[in-house]
């Protein structure tokens, strides 16, 4: 039986995680679980799994009143502990954003398993993810469906034999709009993704193809390749996630309609296969197909160019492009930028940073909480632009 701590048990990852363990019930159990502010659905999780404690990342507030009576614990340095606690054999990190990088890198050292769905990790700090898990011996399974999908095609395959690997992209719910309509692009419209339910966060990043940037980024980082050995290619469905060219020409793909039900039992599971199928029926050529390609929109999309290079250029570079994001992310939710102007914020708060070597944890948080500043600034030094209509959808901090 392994024991999994779930970290962002209350968001979307968390759900689809949770729905394959409630399901697999013979093999793991599920001891520790975490939300941010959201007690009431964290509490409901608690009284069905009824795990050894739960984290709250936020004080309590108020109107605090559980019914589950089991441990609770506060703040983020618990997320952290929780990340290593010996209760759990697997950490599966569906934390959003750069609060997952503390947890990330605690579960590697403690020698766990990390299924890990939180890019943000790996984006801001890749090198130093990479050295927890030579340093404490953990092992490191993509949760993120392209990873996944190439971590499945790669299997056992040294390194050397890989000459390419192209991710696939929906293109986003803006994929067939004209460039002249999308500054009128509102939250609302922005987060109706055509093909995958996901948090408020990774749904704007997908409709700016930042999160393709930062997909780029993780998929450097996580098998050891080039910039230039990593494609992207719009592919509406989303039946194929990835695909790996090998070195004597022949190329693996993984298919499968888009559930992060699959990736996720894949992580919990591997290297055995959960006997598990999803809801969502398997793959049917004469249903799914065809199978559709078109080359990214780079022009009308700058952030996906801003994020590779970014991730190219390295050091403070990526750390800076994942801060600022998020606080243009924050921003466009919360009505205060336009959706052209989140690009702008994240490009003019690059140029204040370099590809200067980046070493320790602390000079992460450095750069991160200075990235935080300056893209605070560039979105309107501080004062609130008017709001867009339609803009009534807040963000997650
Ligand atoms: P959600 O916004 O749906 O959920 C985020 C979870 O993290 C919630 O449990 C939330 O708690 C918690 N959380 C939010 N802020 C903090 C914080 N500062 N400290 C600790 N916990 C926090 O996000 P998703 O599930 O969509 O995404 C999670 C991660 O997985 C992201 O990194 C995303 O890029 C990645 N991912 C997501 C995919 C998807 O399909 N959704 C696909 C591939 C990757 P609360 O509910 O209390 O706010
Ligand atoms: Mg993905």
């Given at each position: 039986?392994?024991?999994?701590?779930?970290?962002?048990?209350?968001?979307?990852?968390?759900?689809?995680?949770?729905?394959?363990?409630?399901?697999?019930?013979?093999?793991?159990?599920?001891?520790?679980?975490?939300?941010?502010?959201?007690?009431?659905?964290?509490?409901?999780?608690?009284?069905?799994?009824?795990?050894?404690?739960?984290?709250?990342?936020?004080?309590?507030?108020?109107?605090?009143?559980?019914?589950?009576?089991?441990?609770?614990?506060?703040?983020?340095?618990?997320?952290?502990?929780?990340?290593?606690?010996?209760?759990?054999?697997?950490?599966?990190?569906?934390?959003?954003?750069?609060?997952?990088?503390?947890?990330?890198?605690?579960?590697?050292?403690?020698?766990?398993?990390?299924?890990?769905?939180?890019?943000?990790?790996?984006?801001?700090?890749?090198?130093?993810?990479?050295?927890?898990?030579?340093?404490?011996?953990?092992?490191?399974?993509?949760?993120?469906?392209?990873?996944?999908?190439?971590?499945?095609?790669?299997?056992?395959?040294?390194?050397?034999?890989?000459?390419?690997?192209?991710?696939?992209?929906?293109?986003?719910?803006?994929?067939?709009?004209?460039?002249?309509?999308?500054?009128?692009?509102?939250?609302?419209?922005?987060?109706?993704?055509?093909?995958?339910?996901?948090?408020?966060?990774?749904?704007?990043?997908?409709?700016?193809?930042?999160?393709?940037?930062?997909?780029?980024?993780?998929?450097?980082?996580?098998?050891?390749?080039?910039?230039?050995?990593?494609?992207?290619?719009?592919?509406?469905?989303?039946?194929?996630?990835?695909?790996?060219?090998?070195?004597?020409?022949?190329?693996?793909?993984?298919?499968?309609?888009?559930?992060?039900?699959?990736?996720?039992?894949?992580?919990?599971?591997?290297?055995?296969?959960?006997?598990?199928?999803?809801?969502?029926?398997?793959?049917?050529?004469?249903?799914?197909?065809?199978?559709?390609?078109?080359?990214?929109?780079?022009?009308?999309?700058?952030?996906?160019?801003?994020?590779?290079?970014?991730?190219?250029?390295?050091?403070?570079l990526p750390i800076a492009f994942n801060a600022a994001n998020e606080v243009a992310v924050e921003g466009f939710l919360a009505g205060r930028l336009s959706f052209g102007e989140l690009a702008q914020v994240v490009r003019r708060t690059l140029e204040q940073f370099s590809p200067n070597t980046v070493d320790s944890i602390d000079q992460v948080w450095r750069i991160d909480a200075r990235a935080r500043d300056v893209a605070r600034q560039e979105s309107g030094r501080g004062e609130a632009l008017p709001?867009?209509?339609?803009?009534?959808?807040?963000?997650?901090?």
């Amino acid at each position: 039986m392994k024991r999994v701590a779930v970290l962002g048990a209350t968001g979307s990852i968390g759900a689809s995680s949770l729905a394959v363990l409630r399901r697999n019930k013979d093999r793991f159990c599920v001891r520790v679980l975490s939300a941010h502010r959201d007690w009431r659905s964290l509490d409901a999780l608690a009284r069905e799994f009824d795990p050894e404690f739960v984290v709250l990342t936020t004080p309590p507030p108020e109107d605090f009143a559980p019914r589950w009576p089991g441990a609770w614990r506060h703040g983020a340095d618990a997320l952290t502990e929780a990340a290593q606690t010996p209760d759990a054999d697997i950490v599966l990190n569906a934390v959003v954003g750069i609060a997952g990088l503390a947890p990330t890198l605690a579960a590697l050292e403690a020698g766990k398993r990390l299924a890990l769905a939180n890019k943000e990790s790996l984006v801001a700090g890749g090198d130093l993810v990479l050295a927890a898990r030579n340093r404490g011996g953990g092992e490191l399974l993509p949760v993120d469906s392209e990873h996944s999908a190439i971590h499945q095609c790669i299997a056992d395959r040294p390194s050397a034999e890989v000459r390419r690997l192209t991710l696939t992209a929906s293109g986003g719910p803006f994929r067939t709009w004209p460039r002249e309509r999308l500054d009128d692009i509102t939250p609302a419209d922005a987060l109706a993704h055509p093909t995958w339910d996901m948090g408020a966060k990774i749904s704007i990043d997908s409709a700016t193809l930042a999160n393709k940037a930062l997909e780029v980024i993780e998929a450097a980082v996580l098998f050891g390749v080039d910039y230039d050995q990593v494609d992207v290619v719009v592919h509406p469905t989303s039946i194929i996630h990835s695909v790996v060219e090998f070195c004597d020409g022949s190329s693996l793909a993984q298919l499968g309609r888009p559930t992060m039900e699959v990736p996720i039992s894949w992580a919990l599971g591997f290297p055995d296969r959960l006997d598990d199928p999803p809801a969502e029926p398997g793959f049917d050529p004469l249903r799914d197909g065809p199978l559709e390609f078109e080359p990214l929109r780079h022009r009308d999309f700058p952030l996906f160019a801003a994020g590779v290079a970014a991730g190219r250029s390295g050091g403070e570079l990526p750390i800076a492009f994942n801060a600022a994001n998020e606080v243009a992310v924050e921003g466009f939710l919360a009505g205060r930028l336009s959706f052209g102007e989140l690009a702008q914020v994240v490009r003019r708060t690059l140029e204040q940073f370099s590809p200067n070597t980046v070493d320790s944890i602390d000079q992460v948080w450095r750069i991160d909480a200075r990235a935080r500043d300056v893209a605070r600034q560039e979105s309107g030094r501080g004062e609130a632009l008017p709001t867009r209509a339609g803009a009534t959808i807040s963000g997650d901090d």
